[in-house]
């Protein structure tokens, strides 16, 4: 389920949430009834104007007649989508709440596993190919949405069109509304199925459609990247994009530690990467008291935002789980997840 995570999970790579920082929205949020927005708007132009502009620079690209209105059919300014994206500032959950409650419920670790087992001949292929733990897509697929179970209802068109309208970041969603664009004259998917969340994050793995271009494959083999209903699609588009982000193959992404007696939170740095073996001279146990191991990738600390305590050593792949979303709770819920699915 996708609170504010889901553009960061599908913005370009800069380091999700894909992580670049930005809004997002649950893509199962029931999209009001299309209207013009109730409170002032900072778009300079009326709605109308702006998507002529749009289809006629759409033509320009080489996008069809009929794709362009196919996709603009009915599309009008979405208040509810606008309101959303005002209202996006990030909640105080406690890190404890949010990993119990939220990423961690026993619904859906029940869930991680029955899809594991279930889809364990597809998820062995695509890590063949892409050399990334089939532990972690299952995780990412399960937060992002619910295993394909939520994957967004509103129209990706009109989300795009009404906040490149709207005007806070005119130019990005511009750039992904003409990117959707393309994805519908190439085929991939009809443009009355073309959902996702508020923000424009599409399918099973939430891609905006930037990412779509670059990282979205075609595993099953049959023309299209359909991120939306093939399954297949999915997970091995999720596996390209952290093949791609540098995902380290047979490597952890990090474990649970006790720190040492007088170790403070407040001063911890989380900043220095170290042998493990350093962090064992220092003092460092493994959650169940247990020695840490002596070799192994190197490790950084790392703390919950909002935590009442836990303490973490994360390793490369940790930092790879959070260029597809990059607040550090995000990433730390998706590894515990991926170590309780296999």
């Not at 109730?38 to 007649?65: H, L, Q």
């Not at 490597?251 to 530690?257: A, F, Y």
């Amino acid at each position: 389920m996708i609170t504010r995570r889901t553009l960061l999970a599908a913005l370009p790579l800069a380091g999700c949430g894909a992580s670049a920082t930005g809004p997002s929205a649950s893509p199962g949020s029931a999209a009001a009834p299309a209207q013009a927005p109730a409170f002032e708007s900072v778009a300079s132009v009326p709605f109308d104007r702006f998507v002529e502009g749009v289809k006629s620079e759409a033509r320009r690209r080489g996008i069809s007649p009929g794709t362009v209105d196919a996709a603009f059919a009915g599309v009008r300014p979405n208040q509810r989508i606008i309101e959303l994206d005002r209202r996006q500032a990030e909640g105080g959950m406690q890190w404890e709440e949010y990993r119990d409650r939220i990423m961690l419920s026993p619904t859906r670790v029940q869930n991680g596993r029955r899809m594991y087992a279930e889809n364990t001949d597809l998820l062995r292929r695509v890590e063949q190919r892409y050399r990334v733990s089939p532990r972690v897509i299952v995780a990412i697929w399960g937060v992002e949405t619910n295993f394909g179970g939520n994957t967004g209802g509103f129209g990706v068109v009109e989300a795009l069109a009404t906040l490149a309208w709207e005007g806070r970041r005119a130019s990005y969603f511009r750039n992904e509304l003409f990117a959707a664009l393309k994805i519908l004259e190439e085929g991939h998917i009809r443009a009355d199925r073309m959902r996702g969340s508020w923000a424009g994050a599409m399918g099973q793995p939430q891609f905006m459609p930037s990412n779509f271009e670059r990282l979205a494959v075609d595993f099953d083999g049959d023309g299209r990247r359909d991120i939306w209903e093939s399954r297949a699609d999915a997970l091995g588009s999720i596996a390209h994009y952290f093949n791609r982000n540098g995902w380290r193959d047979g490597e952890p992404w990090g474990r649970e530690v006790r720190p040492p007696p007088g170790f403070s939170l407040a001063g911890a740095d989380t900043e220095t990467r170290r042998p493990l073996r350093d962090f064992a001279r220092m003092g460092f146990r493994d959650a169940n008291g247990g020695p840490l191991p002596t070799d192994g990738p190197e490790a950084s600390i790392v703390l919950p935002s909002r935590g009442s305590g836990q303490v973490f050593l994360g390793h490369h792949n940790l930092r790879v789980i959070r260029r597809y979303n990059s607040p550090v709770n995000y990433g730390l819920a998706v590894g515990l997840l991926s170590d309780r699915v296999g």
